[in-house]
């Protein structure tokens, strides 16, 4: 960089040497009238003193001499009297319009060619100007330029139309994103759905609207062939005014101008099509832009093919979950059911744990609750938990017989190409003027407990092989009766094997799920399923768990219990609390 | 109307009913005064909200069990499952748009949520309410599902930030905007702003009034990390925190029984309340390192000392906790920070001793955070 204290000072002399050339500027003529830029040599006066070779192949007319105006473009020779204006050629600023830094570099089109054009000092506070052809160059940078802008859009739109999974989304986004950078309006069809299509509209700074109507495809030249796969029809080929009112959105203004059709390329096949609107007051989409909007399109075809994949996925996968996922459990024949399930992944639904209700016909018929774990976990799992539950519905005339129901569904299970072995708990329970009658039956499971109105938490007595394992099982059958205001509690082993605490490695333990659920009693169902659930949960914190499942069978209480003691010892959590 | 009772005669009156396990009372309660002329929204905010927050007070004041707390809270369900099958004459409103309402993971508190679902149902919205503890990740698949104008991510204590701050990043990339509500958020919504939710809402007619002013979608060009958001989380202490939450609470509880030797004669029940306890102040701790502000900790002390009171329980010893707490942070210069502006708030809010002159903790009452 050159400081303006080096510069020598052009134009600092008086006006009194001649306006002809030097003997000087004849001498230093022999050293840049050979150069290959075009050179142009102005006086202080801004006559033109002389051209070199190259100059006068440029401006064949300055070879003549005479003003600077009359033979260059107004932005050289504005730039040459701003220059003398200025009194100096070392300080940047605007010169002939393109700001240039330091030097003092003006820059423009001749005729189509476009120079870049350098001020040196000459004699007598002259200037020289050095013509340089930077015509190329700027091509080269406007491309970049253009393809940097392009690659951004593209990485903008890939992020967006990869943010959402959901078909409807994805067409707003796509169609939004397009009228955003690439036309005035933008268009999506989705292929049709019987004779209806989904049509989103957006245009330029304005809201994106959907419609599901009956189209006529055939209406828009290139429309049917590209919701078939075919490649795009040229723009030139499309006639705007041949478009259907359809096509063109409420809120665009103005005539169409130019239009282009290009396919949505999917999984094999189109994802839909595109239709981009520009109006006839701007220019015609160039072939670039035709070519950009199939890189585009290509993008928001994948786009949507996703989306359309994931929500056909999810849907299948919701209709096979559906006889999977626990049963919502309530109040029936005067007993109160609650039941709460938690997989051991969080992103999963279903497990290997199960329950399901069967309820009586009426009051004076048993229901059957039934509550299980299958080994392993996952799908693999789950699918063996819908057999077994199949099974068991299948058996409900002869679940006067635990024991019975136990050996057929052991013989079933053998039977399967399964070899998964399964441990279950029965209960079927009846709610008599003596209380609410339980016949309780485990399979290999843990036993059940039993709040009793008072705190004290029991064990029930039964036990029994597991299910799908051996060729006979064998189980015992218990009977108890709960009184108003108690409850029994299925669970699966998740519930204790969960590995946590605030030590960080202890199990949850049946000391622990005992003591908690001495604390519930007299809760309802809903409340003691949830409160077990939630203590196993603090206690795993972000650890893994196994599936979890608890079912609570309730007698409702009939009477009022006491106030509040506010006595020492009952234990009160101060976990989970908002402190504000 | 005229003859709809007063919403305060109401809420005693329903009050009474949940404390005492009387649901048939609950649900006439509401019923009768549906009936007379009472709308469902003043019965779902002026009567059943107040009675909820009151079952909160009553169980912190000690006044009424863990299991009146519950079976409370699982009566007050099902009065409002109960009104939501019921019509109170209102013209039902237009559909304005569809909404998704749950808790973040791990917050089991649905009530206020449950309450903003059926407010925003009445006032036109299509609500798919998600419930209580809500996996982020069946959250996602929901809005992929669903694309619904907005989420409304609730919680209700604050160690759940992080986590709702994970939800609330998703949800956003995915072009759906959050509107954040519940006292984890911070009463004036704080923590939903430092955790770049879109909107916050104090309260279900807050909710209303914030979704019918349209929320904009999130730009989901702009993929952002947490430590965007919180750049104060490149120094790693709440990483740290969190990795060794057991070794820490291990480490203290050690350490308090080297200064208090009577600990050695806790029973295994109160020696885990005890590791409880501190596991909890390490969680806030953690939590208050994330949204970097002391007043999250020195919140959840003071009322933690409160709780205390109330149970006659001197927390002198939650000092005592804090200080060999700060032993392990030594290296820790924003969770010494935190411990030492605790300290000084529990001291000025209780008038604790200092933990070295003070009296040994109650070894009826563990670390003394639990009665």
């Given amino acids: ?580 | 109307m005229s003859h709809s009772p007063a919403p305060a005669d109401l809420v005693e009156r329903l009050w009474r009913a949940v404390v005492e396990g009387d649901e048939s009372a609950a649900a006439a309660t509401v019923l009768d005064a549906l009936a007379d002329g009472t709308t469902k929204e003043t019965l779902l905010l002026e009567v059943i909200a107040p009675v909820q927050e009151r079952v909160g007070v009553e169980w912190a004041a000690n006044r009424i069990t863990v299991a009146q707390e519950h079976g409370a809270t699982a009566i007050n369900e099902r009065v409002i499952a109960l009104l939501a099958h019921r019509s109170d004459g209102a013209p039902h409103s237009a559909h304005r748009g569809r909404v998704t309402v749950c808790c973040v993971d791990g917050e089991w508190h649905a009530m206020p949520a449950r309450l903003v679902a059926e407010v925003l149902a009445l006032n036109g919205w299509r609500v798919d309410y998600l419930g209580a503890q809500t996996p982020t990740a069946h959250l996602i698949a929901h809005l992929h599902g669903t694309n619904p104008d907005a989420v409304l991510l609730s919680g209700s204590i604050p160690t759940h930030l992080p986590t709702a701050h994970a939800a609330i990043s998703a949800c956003r990339a995915t072009g759906v905007p959050v509107l954040a509500g519940g006292r984890a958020f911070g009463r004036d919504g704080r923590y939903a702003r430092a955790l770049r939710a879109d909107r916050w809402a104090a309260d279900a007619r807050g909710a209303v009034a914030v979704l019918d002013a349209r929320i904009p979608r999130p730009d989901v060009s702009a993929t952002r990390l947490a430590v965007d958001d919180l750049p104060h989380l490149a120094d790693q202490e709440y990483t740290l925190v969190v990795q060794s939450r057991a070794t820490l609470v291990k480490h203290t509880l050690v350490d308090l029984e080297n200064r208090f030797p009577a600990m050695r004669g806790y029973s295994d029940v109160q020696r885990e309340r005890t590791a409880e306890d501190l596991a909890h102040i390490v969680d806030f701790l953690a939590t208050a390192l994330y949204v970097d502000d002391p007043d999250l900790f020195t919140g959840f002390l003071t009322w933690t000392a409160d709780i205390l009171q109330a149970r006659h329980v001197p927390p002198h010893s939650l000092v005592a906790g804090l200080d060999a707490l700060a032993q392990e942070l030594r290296d820790f210069p924003r969770s010494l920070g935190l411990i030492r502006h605790g300290t000084l708030a529990l001291r000025r809010h209780a008038g604790v001793p200092d933990a070295r002159s003070g009296s040994l903790p109650d070894p009826d009452s563990e670390l003394g955070i639990r009665a």
């Fill in chain 1, 1 to 580: 960089m050159r400081c303006a204290g080096c510069v020598p000072p052009l134009l600092a002399t008086s006006r009194s040497s001649s306006a002809r050339p030097s003997a000087a500027d004849l001498r230093t003529g022999a050293t840049w009238g050979d150069a290959p830029y075009p050179v142009l040599v102005v006086d202080r006066y801004g006559d033109l003193v002389l051209v070199n070779e190259a100059g006068r192949r440029l401006l064949p007319a300055a070879e003549g001499g005479g003003r600077l105006w009359e033979h260059v473009p107004s932005w050289l020779s504005d730039a040459h009297q701003a220059l003398l204006e200025r009194g100096s050629l070392a300080e940047g600023g605007d010169v002939g319009g393109q700001r240039t830094g330091v030097r003092s570099v003006a820059a423009g089109l001749i005729d189509d060619r476009f120079f870049e054009a350098h001020p040196t000092g000459g004699d007598d506070g002259g200037v020289v100007w050095w013509l340089v052809d930077a015509t190329d160059r700027r091509l080269a940078e406007t491309a970049l330029r253009d393809a940097q802008a392009r690659s951004e859009i593209l990485s903008k739109a890939s992020t967006a139309l990869l943010s959402t999974l959901n078909v409807q989304r994805c067409m707003e986004v796509s169609a939004s994103m397009a009228a955003q950078h690439l036309a005035e309006a933008a268009v999506l069809v989705a292929p049709p759905q019987g004779r209806r299509s989904s049509v989103t509209y957006a245009c330029q700074g304005g809201p994106v609207t959907q419609t599901t109507q009956r189209i006529e495809v055939s209406g828009v030249p290139g429309l049917a062939e590209a919701l078939q796969g075919f490649p795009p029809v040229p723009a030139r080929w499309i006639d705007p005014g041949d478009l259907p009112d359809w096509v063109i959105p409420d809120d665009f203004s103005g005539t169409v101008g130019s239009v282009i059709v290009t396919p949505l390329p999917g999984h094999g096949v189109p994802a839909g099509a595109l239709i981009l609107l520009r109006s006839s007051t701007e220019r015609a989409f160039t072939e670039g832009e035709e070519v950009f909007a199939r890189l585009f399109a290509a993008r928001a075809g994948a786009a949507l093919s996703a989306a359309r994949l994931y929500s056909e996925q999810a849907s299948i996968t919701a209709t096979l979950m559906r006889d999977l996922l626990p049963p919502t459990l309530r109040n029936v024949n005067g007993v109160e059911y609650a039941g709460n399930y938690r997989a051991a992944k969080d992103h999963e639904r279903v497990g290997g744990d199960f329950y399901d209700i069967h309820p009586g016909a009426d009051s004076s018929q048993e229901t059957l609750v039934v509550l299980g774990d299958v080994a392993g976990k996952g799908l693999d799992a789950a699918v063996l938990t819908g057999k077994i539950r199949n099974t068991l519905h299948a058996l409900l005339p002869l679940a006067g017989d635990h024991e019975r129901v136990l050996r057929l569904l052991n013989g079933a299970l053998l039977s399967s190409h399964h070899t998964r072995f399964a441990t279950l708990v029965l209960a079927s329970v009846r709610s008599t003027a003596d209380g609410t009658q339980l016949r309780l039956t485990s399979a290999g499971h843990l036993p059940p407990l039993i709040v009793r109105a008072d705190g004290t938490v029991e064990e029930a007595a039964t036990r029994g092989t597991l299910v799908g394992a051996l060729p006979s099982v064998t189980a015992e059958t218990v009977l108890t009766v709960l009184g108003p205001g108690e409850t029994c509690l299925l669970y699966t082993d998740g519930l204790t094997e969960a590995r946590g605490g605030p030590l960080g490695d202890e199990f949850f333990g049946e000391h622990r799920l005992q003591r908690a659920l001495a604390e519930c009693a007299g809760m309802p169902a809903e409340a003691i399923v949830e409160r077990v659930q939630m203590l196993a949960s603090q206690w795993i914190g972000s650890g893994h768990h196994d599936d979890m499942a608890a079912v609570a069978i309730s007698a409702p209480r009939a009477g009022l219990p006491g106030r509040a003691t506010g006595h020492r010892d009952v234990p009160v959590s101060v976990n989970a609390r908002n402190p504000q």
